[in-house]
Every structure is written in structure tokens, then in C-alpha cells.
């Protein structure tokens, strides 16, 4: 836990490097999807994606997220998540 707390900015930057590619493909396969590939694409990662993250972490990802996903996000949550998260 010590480690955790020491090297947070570390790990979440790591984690999402690691979550970068699957984001890219989310947007690929929302594009180029059906009905279905979208609405899950749109309920997995526009609408939850930010939960309980805390404002580093949401200030360090929105910028990663794609466009895509970014309007899907704000279409459904009425803000950009900082705003939304951090009131």
C-alpha cells in the first residue's frame, strides 16, 4: 500500500498507457460497429469510465479519451468529467 501511495502518479499513468490501445479500438468498433457493438461500447466505457477515479487520474485520461467517446460521455453525463466529479 505504501508503494501504491508513494508511486500513484506512476501507476496511473501506466495504467492508462496500458488502456490507451483499448480505448483507440473502442473507437474503431464504435464507428465501424452495429447497434449492439455501439450501445455496449457506449455503456461500458462512455458512461462509467470515470467513476470513482479521483481528479489526477480524471485530469490525467480525459485528454487520452477519444473524440468519440468524449462526446458520448458529455451526451450522456450533461459535462466533461471534472466537472461532473469535482464540483
Same mark, same amino acid.
Given at each position: 500500500m505504501t508503494y501504491y501511495l508513494k508511486?500513484?502518479? +506512476? #501507476?496511473?499513468r501506466f495504467f492508462f498507457l496500458i488502456c490507451y490501445p483499448c480505448l483507440m479500438g473502442s473507437e474503431?468498433?464504435?464507428l465501424n460497429g452495429d447497434e449492439k457493438v455501439k450501445d455496449a461500447i &457506449?455503456?461500458?466505457f462512455a458512461e462509467a469510465f470515470f467513476?470513482?477515479? &479521483?481528479?489526477?487520474? =480524471?485530469? +490525467? /485520461?480525459w485528454p487520452l479519451f477519444p473524440d =468519440? #467517446?468524449?462526446? #458520448?460521455? =458529455? &451526451? +450522456?453525463? /450533461?459535462t466533461e468529467p471534472i466537472q461532473l466529479v469535482f464540483k
Open positions: 508511486n500513484k502518479a +506512476f #501507476l496511473l474503431k468498433y464504435y &457506449d455503456i461500458s467513476a470513482g477515479h &479521483d481528479r489526477q487520474t =480524471v485530469q +490525467f /485520461g =468519440v #467517446l468524449k462526446k #458520448l460521455y =458529455v &451526451d +450522456f453525463w /450533461g
